[in-house]
C-alpha cells in the first residue's frame, strides 16, 4: 500500500508571492492533518481535514488555508509569504477508527 | 491545552547498549493516546510505537518499549540493544481522545548511536 505522497517536495518562494501544498493519503484514510517544523517553534499543528469539512484549527494567521476534496487529497495554501513562512510541512494521514497517524515525507519551503 | 516536555535535547548511546528517553505531559483529560516518533535525516517521520491511556499495560515494539506512569504524566521509551539506525530525532506526540487527529508534540530529543 503506498505511503502518505506530498508533491512539491521542495519550493522556493519570494516574499509576498502564495503557494500551494499538496497532500495525497494512504487509501481509505479520510483524517490529513498539516503541520509546520521549524528549527526554533519545533512542530506546530496547523489544520485537519476530515470528509471534506475542517475539524481542528491550529494557531495561524488567516494567511494559512486548505481544503479538502473528496478522494481525501488535501491542499494547503499561504498566501502573501513571510520568511518566517520558512518551514518543512508535513502532512498525516489516519483512519477514523485508528488513532494512530502516518506522516508524509513533507515540502520543504523556503521563501528568500 | 495539552503540553508535551523532553527535556534531553540531546541523547548519545553506545552501539548494542540500551537508552532511555524522557517524556512528560500535562492534560486534564483521562482518556487520550501518547506516542514517540522517529525523524531521521531524510525527515520522514516514523510512528515508533503507541500507548492508550486506558491501558495499564506497557507497549513494547520489538527493542522499543516505553515506561507509561500515568499518574506521574510520564512516557519514556526505552531503546535496547542501540543500532547505528536508530540515530534520529525522537519526538514525543500527544493525542487526545475526542476532538480529532491532533497532536501535540514534545521539542524532540537528538539520538547519536555510537559505533
Known amino acids: 500500500k503506498a505511503g502518505v505522497t506530498q508533491t512539491p517536495r521542495y519550493l522556493i518562494k519570494t516574499r509576498g508571492q502564495q503557494v500551494t501544498l499538496s497532500c495525497s493519503p494512504i487509501s481509505g484514510h479520510r483524517s490529513v492533518s498539516w503541520y509546520q517544523q521549524t528549527p526554533g517553534q519545533g512542530l506546530q499543528f496547523l489544520f485537519e481535514?476530515?470528509?471534506?469539512?475542517?475539524?481542528n484549527k491550529g494557531n495561524f494567521p488567516g494567511r494559512f488555508s486548505g481544503r479538502q476534496f473528496s478522494n481525501s487529497r488535501s491542499e494547503m495554501n499561504v498566501s502573501t509569504l513571510e520568511l518566517g513562512d520558512s518551514a518543512l510541512y508535513l502532512c498525516a494521514s489516519g483512519r477514523e477508527s485508528s488513532y494512530e497517524q502516518y506522516f508524509g515525507p513533507g515540502t520543504r519551503l523556503t521563501v528568500t | 491545552a495539552q503540553t508535551v516536555t523532553q527535556s534531553q535535547p540531546e541523547m548519545s548511546v553506545q552501539e548494542a547498549e540500551t537508552v532511555t528517553l524522557s517524556c512528560t505531559y500535562d492534560?486534564?483529560?483521562?482518556?487520550?493516546?501518547l506516542f514517540w516518533y522517529k525523524q531521521p535525516p531524510s525527515r520522514q517521520m516514523i510512528l515508533v510505537i503507541r500507548?492508550?491511556?486506558?491501558?495499564?499495560q506497557n507497549a513494547t515494539e520489538n527493542r522499543f518499549s516505553v515506561n507509561f506512569q500515568k499518574a506521574a504524566k510520564s512516557f519514556s521509551l526505552k531503546i535496547s540493544d542501540s543500532q547505528l539506525g536508530d540515530a534520529a530525532m525522537y519526538f514525543c506526540?500527544?493525542?487526545?481522545?475526542?476532538?480529532?487527529?491532533?497532536?501535540?508534540f514534545g521539542e524532540g530529543t537528538q539520538l547519536t548511536v555510537n559505533p
Open positions: 492534560t486534564s483529560e483521562s482518556d487520550y493516546y
Open positions: 500507548q492508550e491511556a486506558y491501558k495499564q
Open positions: 481535514y476530515f470528509s471534506e469539512t475542517q475539524r
Open positions: 506526540a500527544y493525542r487526545s481522545r475526542s476532538g480529532g487527529s491532533r497532536l501535540t
